[in-house]
């Protein structure tokens, strides 16, 4: 919802937010993904089963305020985005999430492509596992971590 736009920006007045929550609220067959970087912001509202709240954390300043934030938000998925990583990221509190998405930076006419160094991705991706976090790496990191389940034995 809102690409390239931060919906719980402190500029958007809190009637557009309750209609495009209503929206949401009225198409329960579909999951919507919310995405800020003004956390803070979710604690006024209400969120709908299919409403996946997240917030963004590339560098560790923004990683406890995430963590206390999301600690009371209620949503039925509670995700972050952590593109692009642009530092090790260290959590007391993974667990409060369900899902976590790792990138990097695409090249635009304002930046140049970027690439997380890959023990940082691991970093992430052994805190997620430690404690039952889904992963989901974008497509524009150089390599991307893809786990399937085993083919069961046949006898």
């Known amino acids: 919802v809102v690409s390239i736009g931060d919906l719980f920006g402190r500029w958007v007045p809190r009637a557009w937010i309750e209609a495009v929550l209503g929206s949401i609220r009225n198409a329960p067959q579909w999951n919507f993904l919310l995405l800020t970087k003004n956390p803070a912001r979710l604690l006024e509202f209400e969120f709908a089963p299919n409403a996946w709240v997240g917030t963004t954390v590339d560098r560790q ?5 995430a963590e206390q934030v999301f600690a009371q938000v209620k949503a039925s998925v509670k995700w972050l985005s952590c ?40 970093n ?10 889904k992963v989901f790496e974008k497509a524009n990191l150089l390599e991307r971590r893809r786990e399937f389940p085993e083919r069961p034995a046949t006898t």
Do not use: M
């Open 83 to 122: 593109e692009p990583l642009l530092e090790d990221l260290t959590f007391s509190n993974l667990g409060i999430f369900q899902w976590v998405v790792i990138g990097g930076a695409s090249k635009t006419l304002s930046f140049a492509e970027y690439f997380p160094p890959r023990d940082h991705v691991q």
């Open 124 to 133: 992430l991706w052994a805190q997620a596992d430690a404690v039952g976090v």
């Open 61 to 65: 300043e923004r990683v406890e305020l």
